[in-house]
């Protein structure tokens, strides 16, 4: 019992958030000409026929990362544009951690609310072909666009995309509630999070990759303040002063710290800064 299919929110005018049973957020952005579709989920479920109910335009597939709850339905589709520093990651992928993570958020509640079940994850005949896109890249879908910013931190090849016109910004894991620092330093991460403070003039809504997380179905924007309180803990982790826990997470331990309505997770492999990064001003 549950809820069956993926479910479907139009968050603007021709604008879906596709939640794939609380493991993750795609997103379908339909413009005049074309459409364009923002990360593939871990491909449990049939996005193919998701998105063919919502568009019969040609549409282009984006992935904000190469994490397994991004890029693992990527088998679907014969293209997918993304960050190089995140294709290996991509490529990675296995049909096992595939299962293991929709089971792993199955069991966080998942399965009281979702009806899905490993079974339904499929191994991929092929990869499809990655095309490598970078800052300043624009997705033209006829009467919107969608433009690309580099936001390193989660992964080291992690994107948003902002749409101006319709005044949205999608993003994926680069800054939201509980981010992971896990592909680079937190000083990385601080100056990814000062950088999309800077699009707020731009945007209204601001969609994660997690809207609707496990089992807490939910579409709606992120909280106003969570580039600046992934901020300041960053700041406070650089300077010794956050109240770092600790916390099961996957399979393994990491360490988190909180302020407002964010945390921030990180583990003994993430750096405080790599060479050649400019500090934080503390
Ligand atoms: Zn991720």
Redesign the pocket.
């Known amino acids: 019992m549950g809820i069956k299919t993926p479910y479907v929110c139009e968050i603007a005018p021709d604008t879906y958030a596709i939640n794939e049973f609380g493991l993750n957020a795609m997103f379908l952005c339909v413009g005049s000409e074309r459409a364009l579709l923002i990360d593939t989920g871990t491909g449990v479920c049939d996005l193919k026929a998701e998105v063919a109910k919502l568009t019969d335009k040609p549409y282009d597939v984006v992935l904000t990362?190469g994490?397994v709850?991004?890029a693992g339905g990527m088998g679907a589709f014969e293209k997918v544009y993304i960050h190089e520093k995140d294709v290996q990651m991509a490529k990675d992928i296995t049909v096992e951690r595939r299962k293991d993570y929709a089971d792993t958020l199955g069991k966080m509640n998942g399965y009281n609310v979702y009806d899905y079940s490993t079974d339904m994850v499929k191994a991929w005949d092929s990869y499809p072909e990655f095309v490598l896109i970078d800052e300043g890249y624009v997705f033209e879908l006829g009467d919107r666009s969608l433009e690309v910013f580099f936001a390193p931190g989660?992964?080291p090849g992690s994107i948003t995309l902002l749409d101006r016109k319709n005044r949205i910004h999608f993003s994926g894991?680069a800054c939201n509630g509980n981010t992971?620092c896990l592909g680079a330093s937190i000083t990385t991460l601080y100056h990814t999070a000062e950088k999309l403070k800077a699009l707020e003039p731009y945007f209204d809504q601001d969609f994660n990759?997690h809207h609707g997380y496990a089992g807490v179905p939910s579409c709606l924007s992120q909280k106003k303040t969570v580039r600046d309180d992934v901020m300041e803990i960053c700041r406070q982790i650089l300077k010794g002063t956050a109240n770092v826990t600790e916390q099961a997470f996957l399979g393994g331990t990491s360490k988190g710290a909180n302020y407002g309505n964010a945390r921030v997770v990180f583990n003994d492999k993430t750096p405080m800064i790599e060479e050649g990064e400019v500090p934080v001003e503390l």
């Open positions: 990362h994490h709850d991004h989660h992964t894991d992971l990759g």
